[in-house]
């Protein structure tokens, strides 16, 4: 089993910054990687970045690019978001996950494992 516990988000003017993090606990190195997913109200869960354990090979979905980083600590279990020049549509609930030993990491279905959710909120 795998435990993953968010934090981090909060309330932000557009332009500002945020740094997610979210805490694994259990057998997360077993699968290929973590990722960060976001839904906004009424909309599908979307992929927003993954990151690889063993090649630390990194995703991005087009409108993060270049404003969000994913990274993760190996000996802390832990994996972040920073996300930088946030917008008012970066607007969501994020959500870390763990992914199946073979996956894709671009693909919400490619994960058995999320965690609770941490609100990010851009004022514009």
């Known amino acids: 089993q795998v435990q993953l516990v968010e934090s981090g988000g909060g309330l932000v003017q557009a332009g500002g910054s945020l740094r997610l993090s979210c805490a694994a606990s259990g057998r997360t190195f077993s699968g290929a990687g973590m990722g960060w997913f976001r839904q906004a109200p009424g909309r599908e869960r979307q992929f927003v970045a993954a990151?690889?354990?063993?090649?630390?090979?990194?995703y991005y979905t087009d409108s993060v690019k270049g404003r969000f980083i994913i990274s993760r600590d190996n000996a802390k279990n832990t994996v972040y978001l920073q996300m930088n020049n946030l917008k008012p549509e970066d607007t969501a609930v994020y959500y870390c996950a763990a992914s199946r030993p073979i996956a894709t990491l671009t693909s919400r279905w490619d994960y058995d494992y999320w965690g609770q959710g941490t609100q990010v909120t851009v004022s514009s």
């Open positions: 990151i690889s354990w063993a090649s630390g090979n990194t």
